[in-house]
């Protein structure tokens, strides 16, 4: 079936650390790829989507590239603030069917 | 532009209960999925409604059941809670194109429910 494997948290870095959190899949077909955030109390975000192989999703100074041979969709970000500290979802959604499955979240905590 | 909203924020039943939770989806959207959030877990989808009718399904039993109302807002509807039913209810707009297939998902906050 299809699924969402996510790094487990929690990951503590300091400010300005360089941020990597790794999700593979696993999907039929060609499914779109997704990084979600939810900070303390709120609902989830988009934080950044690919569609295709080879895409690169950026949004606030994340990162994330498609990678189709590994099945990857590792979420990076050069220098972490403190206002970063959150919970990020991996997910995909495949192409011919609208719901969107996650990955079970990576807890992060950046120190001051 | 208002965004998601969803209501009530928390809301707490006993084992047994019924309990209706509410969305409203973002401006110009027509379509509201449910998710559930277990504590400590990725959302897991529920069903999705379009055009007042339930256009898709997750794995959840006939328990769980929903509406959706000619302005586009939504209900999800819970019977028999369960201990196991604690959890945060997203609700998720987006908008059909070509009839099928969805565009971006926004989520609102959610609602917490505890089952006593």
């Known amino acids: 079936g299809n699924s969402v494997t996510q790094m487990e948290g929690p990951v503590t870095l300091s400010e300005e650390a360089f941020l990597t959190i790794n999700c593979t899949y696993t999907?039929?077909?060609?499914?779109?790829l997704f990084w979600y955030v939810q900070y303390p109390g709120e609902g989830l975000q988009l934080l950044l989507k690919?569609?295709?192989?080879?895409d690169k999703g950026s949004n606030k100074g994340f990162e994330a590239t498609y990678r189709k041979e590994t099945t990857s969709f590792h979420l990076e970000k050069g220098s972490v603030q403190v206002s970063d500290s959150a919970v990020y979802f991996c997910?995909?959604?495949?192409?011919?069917?609208?719901?969107?499955?996650f990955g079970k979240g990576t807890r992060l905590h950046i120190l001051p | 532009d208002a965004g998601v909203t969803q209501s009530p924020t928390h809301l707490i039943k006993t084992r047994g209960q019924q309990v209706t939770l509410r969305c409203s989806p973002k401006?110009?959207?027509?379509?509201v999925s449910w998710y559930q959030q277990a504590l400590g877990q990725g959302p897991q989808f529920i069903f999705q409604?379009?055009?007042?009718?339930?256009?898709q399904r997750g794995n959840f039993p006939d328990r769980f059941s929903g509406h959706q109302f000619p302005n586009y807002s939504s209900e999800l509807n819970v019977n028999a809670l369960l201990l196991g039913d604690s959890a945060l209810y997203l609700c998720?707009?987006?908008?059909?194109?070509?009839?099928?297939?969805?565009?971006?998902?926004?989520f609102g906050p959610g609602t917490r429910l505890t089952v006593l």
């Open positions: 998720a707009s987006s908008q059909t194109t070509g009839g099928k297939g969805t565009d971006t998902q926004y």
């Open positions: 999907a039929t077909g060609y499914p779109s």
């Open positions: 690919a569609t295709k192989a080879d």
């Open positions: 997910a995909l959604r495949r192409n011919r069917d609208d719901k969107i499955i």
């Open positions: 401006s110009g959207h027509d379509t």
């Open positions: 409604y379009y055009e007042e009718e339930e256009r």
